[in-house]
Protein backbone atom coordinates (compact mmCIF):
# COMPACT_ATOMS: atom_id res chain seq x y z
CA UNK A 1 0.00 0.00 0.00
CA UNK A 2 1.67 3.16 -1.26
CA UNK A 3 1.58 5.96 2.09
CA UNK A 4 -0.17 9.15 1.35
CA UNK A 5 1.96 12.67 0.68
CA UNK A 6 3.24 14.22 3.52
CA UNK A 7 2.08 17.66 4.56
CA UNK A 8 3.74 19.17 7.70
CA UNK A 9 2.41 22.66 9.29
CA UNK A 10 5.06 24.40 11.28
CA UNK A 11 2.72 26.99 13.66
CA UNK A 12 -0.59 26.54 15.23
CA UNK A 13 -1.75 30.10 15.10
CA UNK A 14 -4.33 31.39 12.64
CA UNK A 15 -2.21 30.64 9.33
CA UNK A 16 -1.30 27.14 10.13
CA UNK A 17 -4.54 26.54 11.84
CA UNK A 18 -6.42 27.56 8.46
CA UNK A 19 -3.91 25.51 6.29
CA UNK A 20 -4.49 22.31 8.16
CA UNK A 21 -8.59 22.51 7.74
CA UNK A 22 -7.90 23.27 4.10
CA UNK A 23 -6.49 19.74 3.47
CA UNK A 24 -9.46 17.95 5.87
CA UNK A 25 -10.81 16.09 2.65
CA UNK A 26 -7.46 15.67 1.11
CA UNK A 27 -5.83 12.24 0.60
CA UNK A 28 -2.51 13.55 2.82
CA UNK A 29 -1.18 12.59 6.24
CA UNK A 30 -0.82 16.06 7.87
CA UNK A 31 1.16 16.79 10.90
CA UNK A 32 0.99 20.40 12.78
CA UNK A 33 3.83 21.15 14.98
CA UNK A 34 3.76 24.00 17.70
CA UNK A 35 5.91 24.78 20.45
CA UNK A 36 2.66 25.19 23.13
CA UNK A 37 -0.05 23.13 23.09
CA UNK A 38 -3.06 25.92 22.27
CA UNK A 39 -3.98 28.41 19.64
CA UNK A 40 -4.36 31.92 20.90
CA UNK A 41 -6.68 34.72 19.66
CA UNK A 42 -4.13 37.03 19.62
CA UNK A 43 -6.20 40.27 19.31
CA UNK A 44 -7.58 40.26 22.69
CA UNK A 45 -3.97 39.04 24.28
CA UNK A 46 -4.03 43.05 25.47
CA UNK A 47 -7.46 42.16 27.24
CA UNK A 48 -5.60 39.43 29.59
CA UNK A 49 -3.15 41.66 30.34
CA UNK A 50 -5.58 44.28 31.93
CA UNK A 51 -6.71 41.36 33.79
CA UNK A 52 -10.25 41.88 32.00
CA UNK A 53 -10.25 37.83 30.56
CA UNK A 54 -8.64 35.09 32.17
CA UNK A 55 -6.05 32.48 29.32
CA UNK A 56 -8.35 30.51 28.85
CA UNK A 57 -10.68 32.61 27.76
CA UNK A 58 -9.17 33.17 24.08
CA UNK A 59 -7.09 29.93 24.04
CA UNK A 60 -8.21 26.17 23.10
CA UNK A 61 -5.94 23.13 22.64
CA UNK A 62 -5.06 22.55 18.86
CA UNK A 63 -6.13 18.90 19.01
CA UNK A 64 -9.22 20.08 20.26
CA UNK A 65 -9.56 22.22 17.55
CA UNK A 66 -8.58 19.70 15.09
CA UNK A 67 -10.22 16.42 16.98
CA UNK A 68 -12.98 16.04 14.21
CA UNK A 69 -10.19 15.72 11.07
CA UNK A 70 -8.41 12.14 10.88
CA UNK A 71 -5.87 12.84 8.96
CA UNK A 72 -3.89 15.64 11.01
CA UNK A 73 -1.78 14.46 13.74
CA UNK A 74 -0.59 17.27 16.20
CA UNK A 75 2.91 16.95 17.85
CA UNK A 76 3.93 19.68 20.60
CA UNK A 77 7.67 20.44 20.06
CA UNK A 78 10.38 23.27 18.67
CA UNK A 79 11.27 23.72 15.35
CA UNK A 80 14.42 24.64 14.91
CA UNK A 81 15.88 24.14 11.52
CA UNK A 82 14.33 22.93 8.22
CA UNK A 83 16.41 20.83 5.98
CA UNK A 84 15.21 22.17 2.65
CA UNK A 85 17.30 19.55 0.40
CA UNK A 86 16.83 16.53 2.77
CA UNK A 87 12.79 17.64 2.87
CA UNK A 88 12.98 17.03 6.53
CA UNK A 89 12.24 19.63 10.03
CA UNK A 90 14.40 19.68 12.81
CA UNK A 91 12.29 19.71 16.15
CA UNK A 92 14.25 19.88 19.36
CA UNK A 93 14.62 17.02 21.78
CA UNK A 94 12.54 14.89 18.89
CA UNK A 95 14.90 14.47 15.66
CA UNK A 96 13.35 15.01 12.47
CA UNK A 97 10.21 14.62 10.41
CA UNK A 98 10.07 14.24 6.55
CA UNK A 99 7.79 15.92 4.49
CA UNK A 100 6.63 16.31 0.95
CA UNK A 101 4.83 19.35 1.35
CA UNK A 102 5.61 22.02 4.10
CA UNK A 103 3.48 25.18 4.96
CA UNK A 104 5.56 27.74 8.03
CA UNK A 105 3.57 29.94 9.28
CA UNK A 106 5.82 30.89 12.92
CA UNK A 107 4.51 34.32 13.08
CA UNK A 108 6.71 36.90 14.69
CA UNK A 109 8.08 38.56 17.65
CA UNK A 110 8.20 41.79 19.24
CA UNK A 111 11.58 43.68 17.77
CA UNK A 112 13.42 46.26 19.76
CA UNK A 113 15.39 47.55 17.01
CA UNK A 114 18.46 46.54 17.98
CA UNK A 115 18.44 47.27 21.74
CA UNK A 116 17.86 43.23 22.86
CA UNK A 117 18.77 44.62 26.59
CA UNK A 118 15.65 46.36 26.59
CA UNK A 119 13.45 43.43 26.41
CA UNK A 120 13.50 42.54 29.74
CA UNK A 121 12.53 45.93 30.77
CA UNK A 122 9.54 46.34 28.55
CA UNK A 123 7.57 43.00 27.66
CA UNK A 124 6.10 42.80 24.03
CA UNK A 125 2.94 41.03 23.43
CA UNK A 126 2.35 37.96 21.45
CA UNK A 127 1.87 35.08 23.79
CA UNK A 128 -0.16 34.43 26.78
CA UNK A 129 2.81 34.05 28.63
CA UNK A 130 3.50 38.02 27.55
CA UNK A 131 0.39 39.03 28.62
CA UNK A 132 0.28 37.49 31.69
CA UNK A 133 3.88 38.77 32.66
CA UNK A 134 2.23 42.48 31.74
CA UNK A 135 -0.43 41.76 34.16
CA UNK A 136 1.13 41.32 36.95
CA UNK A 137 3.76 44.27 36.47
CA UNK A 138 0.87 46.44 36.28
CA UNK A 139 -0.74 44.81 39.75
CA UNK A 140 2.71 44.77 40.93
CA UNK A 141 3.13 48.07 40.40
CA UNK A 142 -0.22 49.34 42.44
CA UNK A 143 0.34 46.43 44.93
CA UNK A 144 4.03 48.52 46.29
CA UNK A 145 2.52 51.71 45.58
CA UNK A 146 0.49 51.13 48.74
CA UNK A 147 3.49 49.87 50.64
CA UNK A 148 5.87 53.22 49.27
CA UNK A 149 6.65 56.36 51.53
CA UNK A 150 8.72 58.00 49.44
CA UNK A 151 6.78 60.43 46.91
CA UNK A 152 8.61 60.30 44.16
CA UNK A 153 9.06 56.38 43.76
CA UNK A 154 5.08 56.32 44.13
CA UNK A 155 4.78 58.41 40.98
CA UNK A 156 7.46 56.56 39.24
CA UNK A 157 5.37 53.54 40.66
CA UNK A 158 2.24 54.68 39.01
CA UNK A 159 3.62 55.61 35.74
CA UNK A 160 3.03 53.18 32.89
CA UNK A 161 5.06 54.12 29.62
CA UNK A 162 3.37 52.16 26.19
CA UNK A 163 5.65 51.94 23.62
CA UNK A 164 3.88 52.37 20.12
CA UNK A 165 0.88 53.76 18.81
CA UNK A 166 -0.33 50.93 16.77
CA UNK A 167 -3.44 48.94 17.79
CA UNK A 168 -1.71 46.86 20.28
CA UNK A 169 -0.30 50.36 21.94
CA UNK A 170 -3.87 52.07 21.96
CA UNK A 171 -5.72 49.39 23.35
CA UNK A 172 -3.34 48.83 26.23
CA UNK A 173 -3.44 52.80 26.82
CA UNK A 174 -7.25 53.27 26.71
CA UNK A 175 -7.70 50.35 29.48
CA UNK A 176 -5.77 51.46 32.17
CA UNK A 177 -6.98 54.75 32.89
CA UNK A 178 -10.68 53.28 33.47
CA UNK A 179 -9.08 50.08 35.09
CA UNK A 180 -7.18 52.49 37.81
CA UNK A 181 -9.99 54.91 38.11
CA UNK A 182 -12.88 52.74 38.24
CA UNK A 183 -11.76 49.14 39.64
CA UNK A 184 -8.49 50.32 41.56
CA UNK A 185 -9.52 53.52 43.22
CA UNK A 186 -12.09 52.02 46.24
CA UNK A 187 -9.30 49.08 46.14
CA UNK A 188 -6.25 51.30 48.09
CA UNK A 189 -6.23 53.00 51.36
CA UNK A 190 -3.30 55.00 51.35
CA UNK A 191 -2.93 56.63 47.66
CA UNK A 192 -5.18 57.23 45.15
CA UNK A 193 -4.89 54.64 42.53
CA UNK A 194 -7.00 56.90 40.15
CA UNK A 195 -4.40 59.02 39.98
CA UNK A 196 -2.00 56.28 37.88
CA UNK A 197 -0.37 58.58 34.76
CA UNK A 198 -0.01 56.66 31.49
CA UNK A 199 2.32 58.09 28.64
CA UNK A 200 1.70 56.63 25.15
CA UNK A 201 4.48 56.93 22.87
CA UNK A 202 4.47 56.81 19.12
CA UNK A 203 7.87 57.48 17.16
CA UNK A 204 5.85 58.83 13.65
CA UNK A 205 3.79 61.74 13.20
CA UNK A 206 0.40 60.21 14.41
CA UNK A 207 -1.55 57.17 16.13
CA UNK A 208 -2.51 54.40 13.80
CA UNK A 209 -0.79 55.28 11.17
CA UNK A 210 -2.10 52.17 8.93
CA UNK A 211 -5.44 54.02 9.82
CA UNK A 212 -6.81 57.06 7.98
CA UNK A 213 -5.90 60.95 9.18
CA UNK A 214 -9.05 61.71 10.50
CA UNK A 215 -9.90 58.46 12.16
CA UNK A 216 -6.27 58.66 13.80
CA UNK A 217 -6.85 62.24 15.25
CA UNK A 218 -9.91 60.89 16.70
CA UNK A 219 -8.38 57.58 18.53
CA UNK A 220 -5.89 60.24 19.83
CA UNK A 221 -8.89 62.80 20.94
CA UNK A 222 -10.19 59.69 22.87
CA UNK A 223 -7.40 59.10 25.00
CA UNK A 224 -6.58 62.01 25.53
CA UNK A 225 -10.21 62.79 27.26
CA UNK A 226 -9.21 59.76 29.34
CA UNK A 227 -6.16 61.33 30.68
CA UNK A 228 -3.46 59.48 28.46
CA UNK A 229 -0.57 61.22 27.61
CA UNK A 230 -0.30 60.71 23.73
CA UNK A 231 3.69 61.97 22.38
CA UNK A 232 3.58 61.27 18.80
CA UNK A 233 7.16 61.93 16.90
CA UNK A 234 9.24 60.86 20.07
CA UNK A 235 11.67 57.95 20.12
CA UNK A 236 12.80 55.94 22.89
CA UNK A 237 16.91 56.86 23.02
CA UNK A 238 17.02 54.64 26.34
CA UNK A 239 15.62 52.25 28.68
CA UNK A 240 16.85 51.64 32.43
CA UNK A 241 15.06 49.60 35.09
CA UNK A 242 14.10 53.51 36.50
CA UNK A 243 12.67 54.77 33.16
CA UNK A 244 12.86 55.87 29.45
CA UNK A 245 14.57 58.30 28.19
CA UNK A 246 12.54 59.63 25.23
CA UNK A 247 12.63 62.90 23.00
CA UNK A 248 15.38 64.09 25.57
CA UNK A 249 13.34 63.60 28.29
CA UNK A 250 13.62 61.31 31.30
CA UNK A 251 10.43 59.62 32.50
CA UNK A 252 10.82 57.95 35.96
CA UNK A 253 8.42 54.87 35.24
CA UNK A 254 8.43 50.98 36.99
CA UNK A 255 6.46 49.79 34.27
CA UNK A 256 7.04 49.81 30.62
CA UNK A 257 5.14 47.70 27.50
CA UNK A 258 6.63 47.36 24.08
CA UNK A 259 4.24 47.49 20.97
CA UNK A 260 6.80 49.10 18.40
CA UNK A 261 8.08 46.51 16.54
CA UNK A 262 7.96 43.08 15.09
CA UNK A 263 10.78 40.78 13.62
CA UNK A 264 10.03 37.55 11.95
CA UNK A 265 10.47 34.32 13.19
CA UNK A 266 14.10 32.92 12.98
CA UNK A 267 13.04 29.75 11.28
CA UNK A 268 12.07 31.81 7.78
CA UNK A 269 16.04 31.79 7.33
CA UNK A 270 16.69 28.52 6.93
CA UNK A 271 14.05 28.37 4.14
CA UNK A 272 16.12 29.12 1.62
CA UNK A 273 14.52 32.00 0.17
CA UNK A 274 14.87 36.31 0.39
CA UNK A 275 14.04 37.85 3.41
CA UNK A 276 12.68 41.80 3.45
CA UNK A 277 14.49 44.04 6.51
CA UNK A 278 12.76 42.57 9.38
CA UNK A 279 13.15 38.50 8.20
CA UNK A 280 9.87 37.76 6.72
CA UNK A 281 10.19 35.53 3.37
CA UNK A 282 9.56 37.35 0.09
CA UNK A 283 7.33 34.76 -1.38
CA UNK A 284 5.91 34.39 -4.97
CA UNK A 285 2.44 34.88 -5.47
CA UNK A 286 1.23 31.32 -4.53
CA UNK A 287 2.72 31.97 -1.40
CA UNK A 288 6.04 29.45 -2.13
CA UNK A 289 9.30 30.06 -1.33
CA UNK A 290 10.70 30.72 -5.18
CA UNK A 291 13.96 28.22 -4.67
CA UNK A 292 11.62 25.74 -3.09
CA UNK A 293 8.02 25.66 -4.41
CA UNK A 294 7.22 22.39 -2.09
CA UNK A 295 7.39 25.08 0.80
CA UNK A 296 5.07 27.51 1.52
CA UNK A 297 4.86 30.59 3.82
CA UNK A 298 1.70 31.78 5.32
CA UNK A 299 1.05 34.67 8.15
CA UNK A 300 3.28 37.29 9.88
CA UNK A 301 6.36 35.59 8.36
CA UNK A 302 5.48 35.88 4.33
CA UNK A 303 5.91 39.53 2.68
CA UNK A 304 3.96 39.53 -0.20
CA UNK A 305 2.30 42.88 -1.72
CA UNK A 306 -1.36 43.49 -1.89
CA UNK A 307 -0.96 45.97 -4.40
CA UNK A 308 1.36 47.92 -6.43
CA UNK A 309 2.36 49.43 -3.11
CA UNK A 310 1.30 48.06 0.03
CA UNK A 311 2.51 44.69 2.02
CA UNK A 312 -0.55 42.24 3.19
CA UNK A 313 -0.66 43.31 6.98
CA UNK A 314 0.51 41.37 9.86
CA UNK A 315 -3.52 41.05 10.99
CA UNK A 316 -5.41 38.25 11.78
CA UNK A 317 -8.05 38.03 8.65
CA UNK A 318 -4.44 38.08 6.40
CA UNK A 319 -2.97 35.00 8.21
CA UNK A 320 -6.07 33.31 7.70
CA UNK A 321 -6.25 33.56 4.15
CA UNK A 322 -2.80 33.02 3.55
CA UNK A 323 -3.24 30.29 5.40
CA UNK A 324 -6.18 28.60 3.67
CA UNK A 325 -4.72 29.28 0.30
CA UNK A 326 -1.37 27.69 1.58
CA UNK A 327 -2.87 24.31 1.92
CA UNK A 328 -5.08 24.27 -1.46
CA UNK A 329 -1.71 25.17 -2.88
CA UNK A 330 0.15 22.33 -1.05
CA UNK A 331 -2.10 19.98 -2.19
CA UNK A 332 -2.18 21.46 -5.80
CA UNK A 333 1.60 21.15 -5.93
CA UNK A 334 1.49 16.99 -4.68
CA UNK A 335 -0.79 16.83 -7.68
CA UNK A 336 1.19 18.52 -9.92
CA UNK A 337 -1.72 20.86 -10.40
CA UNK A 338 -1.38 24.77 -11.44
CA UNK A 339 -1.10 26.83 -7.84
CA UNK A 340 -2.97 29.81 -7.05
CA UNK A 341 -1.89 33.53 -6.95
CA UNK A 342 -3.13 34.61 -3.39
CA UNK A 343 -5.14 37.88 -3.43
CA UNK A 344 -5.65 39.39 -0.10
CA UNK A 345 -9.60 40.36 0.67
CA UNK A 346 -9.35 43.64 3.02
CA UNK A 347 -11.87 42.98 5.78
CA UNK A 348 -11.29 46.57 7.47
CA UNK A 349 -9.18 47.11 10.58
CA UNK A 350 -10.33 47.62 14.13
CA UNK A 351 -8.83 48.97 17.54
CA UNK A 352 -10.60 50.04 20.76
CA UNK A 353 -9.63 52.84 22.90
CA UNK A 354 -11.69 52.23 25.97
CA UNK A 355 -15.51 52.22 27.04
CA UNK A 356 -17.87 52.85 24.05
CA UNK A 357 -14.86 54.14 22.10
CA UNK A 358 -13.10 52.67 18.92
CA UNK A 359 -12.16 53.29 15.19
CA UNK A 360 -12.61 50.86 12.47
CA UNK A 361 -11.81 51.25 8.82
CA UNK A 362 -13.51 49.32 5.98
CA UNK A 363 -11.91 49.92 2.75
CA UNK A 364 -11.17 53.55 1.55
CA UNK A 365 -14.41 55.38 2.47
CA UNK A 366 -16.14 53.63 5.16
CA UNK A 367 -15.16 54.50 9.22
CA UNK A 368 -16.97 53.81 12.07
CA UNK A 369 -15.56 55.73 15.35
CA UNK A 370 -17.28 56.02 19.22
CA UNK A 371 -19.85 53.38 20.18
CA UNK A 372 -21.10 52.15 17.06
CA UNK A 373 -17.41 50.73 16.18
CA UNK A 374 -16.85 49.88 19.52
CA UNK A 375 -20.05 47.56 19.54
CA UNK A 376 -18.97 46.24 15.99
CA UNK A 377 -15.73 45.75 17.48
CA UNK A 378 -17.35 43.52 19.87
CA UNK A 379 -19.33 41.47 18.08
CA UNK A 380 -16.68 40.71 15.26
CA UNK A 381 -14.12 39.69 18.30
CA UNK A 382 -16.77 37.28 19.95
CA UNK A 383 -17.85 35.93 16.23
CA UNK A 384 -14.06 35.21 15.37
CA UNK A 385 -12.82 33.44 18.73
CA UNK A 386 -12.50 29.60 18.75
CA UNK A 387 -15.39 27.08 20.50
CA UNK A 388 -18.89 28.24 21.98
CA UNK A 389 -17.36 28.09 25.62
CA UNK A 390 -15.28 30.55 25.11
CA UNK A 391 -17.47 32.95 23.03
CA UNK A 392 -20.10 32.67 25.86
CA UNK A 393 -17.41 33.13 28.82
CA UNK A 394 -16.24 36.63 27.10
CA UNK A 395 -19.56 37.28 26.53
CA UNK A 396 -20.17 37.12 30.14
CA UNK A 397 -16.77 39.04 31.12
CA UNK A 398 -17.57 41.58 29.13
CA UNK A 399 -20.95 42.16 30.48
CA UNK A 400 -20.17 42.04 33.97
CA UNK A 401 -17.30 44.44 33.29
CA UNK A 402 -19.38 46.81 31.52
CA UNK A 403 -22.15 46.64 34.34
CA UNK A 404 -19.64 46.82 36.93
CA UNK A 405 -16.77 48.46 36.06
CA UNK A 406 -14.53 45.23 37.79
CA UNK A 407 -12.41 43.34 36.04
CA UNK A 408 -12.68 39.86 37.01
CA UNK A 409 -9.23 38.19 36.80
CA UNK A 410 -6.63 40.33 39.41
CA UNK A 411 -5.05 37.42 40.98
CA UNK A 412 -1.53 37.19 42.09
CA UNK A 413 0.46 34.26 43.28
CA UNK A 414 3.17 33.75 45.40
CA UNK A 415 5.37 32.74 42.91
CA UNK A 416 4.70 35.36 40.06
CA UNK A 417 5.22 37.96 43.11
CA UNK A 418 8.78 36.66 43.73
CA UNK A 419 9.71 36.33 40.32
CA UNK A 420 8.77 40.57 39.52
CA UNK A 421 11.14 42.75 38.62
CA UNK A 422 12.44 44.33 41.78
CA UNK A 423 11.45 40.98 44.01
CA UNK A 424 8.68 40.92 46.71
CA UNK A 425 6.97 43.88 47.86
Not at 87 to 106: E, F, M, P, S
Amino acid sequence: MIAPPRVVIVGGGFAGLHAARALRNAAVEVTLVDRTNHHVFQPLLYQVANTSLAPSDIAAPIRWILRSQRNVSVLLGDVTAVNTSARTIDVAGHGVIAYDALIVATGSRHAYFGRPEWEPLAPGLKTINDALEMRQRMLLAFERAEWSTDDDERRALLTFVIVGGGPTGVELAGTLPEFARAALRPDFRRYDAGAARVVLIEGGPRLLPAFPERVSATACRDLERLGVEVRTGTVVSDMTADGVTAGGEHLAARTVYWAAGNAASALGRSLGGQLDRVGRVLVADDLSVAAHPEIFVAGDLAAIKWDAGTWVPGVAPAAMQMGRLAGRNALHRLHGEPTQAFRYRNKGEMATIGRNKAVAVFGQRVAMTGRVAWFFWLFVHIMYLVGFRNRLSVLLQWAYAYCTFQRGVRLLTPRETARAPGGPA
